[in-house]
């Protein structure tokens, strides 16, 4: 295995905010979001208490799939601001304390990109997959004077960069190897992209469909050598960056060069049965392929954290001393925590876990507020992908006052990115903020929590002692968490002195028993004196 140097020390202790830039806060009152209205709205991420967040791409595109597909690497899109304005945004975050990464599309370009227009017209170029006679499955007819047809990665907009086939196909003598030019070329690209935006300032990125890069490649080794390759000139050239996939297989791709790797609701053997045995209760973003599953933070407690446990193993076992798991919330194409069924009042439960087991959290924004995934939205950029797959409704803009738009509140409602929560009671920043006892607050004290004690951050030891209703276990061998997510009071046995709660509701330590009732959770420090509870 290539022994890479070791992560920057901030990372460890990283709580992450995903933003997706047209929805968080518009300046211009155009409707969409921004970068200055992202800066304008630091103060909420550091009295939050994150300290890096990850923009959705920026960069310039026709939007035909929210900005995922980049016609200019190197420029930021006109609708969120200028280059300068994103540089602006990364210096007053530095002040604040947060660090901004940004999202690379590596494994494709839009259609409209210079680099395709030109390969779709010149056929000795290949920067892209070509296939020079006929139509090969999932490939799409050339729209230049190049004969032939592309593969694309993702929609037909979005053609593959050619980093190689691990495998030849007599089938396919187009294939070419992954030390052809055309894929060499592309390493040097992506290197030139990464250089770039990393000497404005940016802390690193997180990379979309990481996966994907090199094809017909058995066990990723190929790709794998290929993140390798650029992870050990990132520790060169940028020894303070890092690099979050969009993988879903920590065990893989930690080991390949990643410093972070999330679970996702796809990815990995179990086809991202870990993300999706904690949150998915069957509404929202739903593949038709999934099968179907009783997710643990459900009032019906049929679920159970087994699953998520057996991924969380292996994946830590594989990663331990080189990178880190990520668990978020929610993101951009998959349901919000409060989603379907699930109401407000399951939520601290949600993130009482979240926060305190260890894995770096990822919070998704608007889920500090408890924002609510809109159910039945029209297709915007590309946001539905099947007849339950909407991914709309997790990109709703951030709700951070009572005016009619929730904080774009200058543009008329049609020309709003997408349509706010229309109900009545939607929570809002503004609201939660001068409630102390809203989740906003309680999610704030669990982010300080976790950051002030490193027992209960990624690097400090757990013990699961029930695997179960309630779920229960201990950090660094001092705190105890108890959390309950159905409706029903449970309880399990309990041996131990004293208790001092830190954060409960709903769970009682007497007389030998942890009593949790519905949607309870509790965080208790037991001092230097551990525990000692019936085993799983």
Not at 59 to 77: E, K, T
Not at 200 to 220: C, E, I, Q, T
Request: glycine content about 10%; proline content about 8%.
């Amino acid at each position: 295995m290539t022994s890479f140097r070791p992560a920057p020390s901030w990372l460890a202790d990283a709580v992450f905010y995903q933003i997706y830039p047209q929805s968080y806060a518009d300046s211009g009152g155009d409707g969409i979001g921004d970068f200055n209205g992202i800066t304008g709205h630091l103060d909420h991420l550091a009295w939050l208490g994150v300290n890096a967040v990850w923009l959705n791409p920026c960069f310039v595109s026709p939007f035909r799939d929210a900005g995922y597909d980049v016609s200019d690497y190197l420029n930021v899109a006109p609708r969120y601001g200028s280059n300068d304005e994103l540089g602006k945004l990364v210096d007053e975050a530095g002040r604040h304390g947060i660090r901004v990464l940004l999202d690379l599309v590596a494994g494709h370009t839009s259609d409209e990109h210079p680099w395709f227009t030109a390969s779709a017209d010149d056929p000795d170029d290949h920067r892209y997959i070509w296939a020079p006679e006929g139509r090969p499955d999932g490939f799409v007819p050339s729209p230049g004077s190049r004969p032939g047809s592309y593969l694309p990665n993702f929609f037909d907009s979005q053609p593959a960069l050619n980093f190689g086939y691990a495998r030849e196909n007599p089938a396919e003598p187009w294939r070419q190897s992954v030390d052809a030019e055309g894929p060499r070329a592309n390493r040097e690209a992506l290197r030139s992209v990464m250089d770039h935006w990393l000497r404005l300032g940016v802390a690193g990125f997180r990379v979309d469909m990481a996966s994907s890069l090199v094809k017909d490649d058995p066990g990723r080794r190929e790709t794998s050598r290929l993140w390798s390759e650029l992870r050990d000139w990132l520790d060169t050239a940028h020894p303070g960056a890092v690099l979050l996939s969009e993988w879903g297989e920590p065990e893989v791709s930690v080991p390949a060069g990643f410093h972070v790797d999330f679970f996702l609701q796809f990815g990995g053997p179990t086809d991202g049965l870990a993300m999706r045995s904690l949150w998915s209760n069957g509404e929202g973003t739903v593949d038709e392929n999934w099968d179907p599953l009783d997710c643990f933070f459900d009032p019906s407690g049929r679920g159970s954290p087994r699953p998520f446990l057996d991924a969380w193993r292996q994946a830590s076992t594989a990663t331990r001393g080189s990178g880190f798991v990520s668990l978020p919330t929610a993101n951009h194409d998959f349901s919000r925590l409060n989603c379907g069924p699930r109401t407000a009042e399951q939520l601290p439960a949600a993130f009482a876990f979240q926060l305190t087991w260890p894995t770096l959290p990822a919070i998704y924004y608007g889920d500090e507020i408890g924002m609510r995934y809109a159910d039945g939205l029209p297709d915007k950029e590309g946001s539905v992908l099947g007849p339950r797959y909407n991914r709309a409704g997790s990109r709703t803009p951030m709700q951070w006052d009572d005016t009619e738009n929730a904080g774009f509140s200058t543009a008329p409602a049609d020309q709003l990115y997408l349509p706010v929560d229309p109900a009545p009671d939607r929570p809002t920043v503004a609201a939660q903020r001068s409630d102390e006892t809203s989740l906003l607050h309680f999610v704030r004290r669990l982010v300080r929590l976790r950051t002030t004690t490193p027992e209960l951050g990624s690097d400090g030891s757990v013990e699961v002692l029930h695997a179960g209703y309630p779920f229960v276990y201990v950090r660094g061998g001092r705190y105890l968490v108890v959390v309950n997510p159905q409706r029903n009071e449970t309880s399990c046995a309990y041996a131990s002195g004293s208790a001092r709660p830190l954060e409960v509701s709903g769970v009682e330590l007497d007389g030998g028993t942890i009593t949790a009732r519905g949607f309870g959770y509790g965080i208790f420090d037991l001092g230097h004196q551990g525990a000692a509870l019936r085993r799983e």
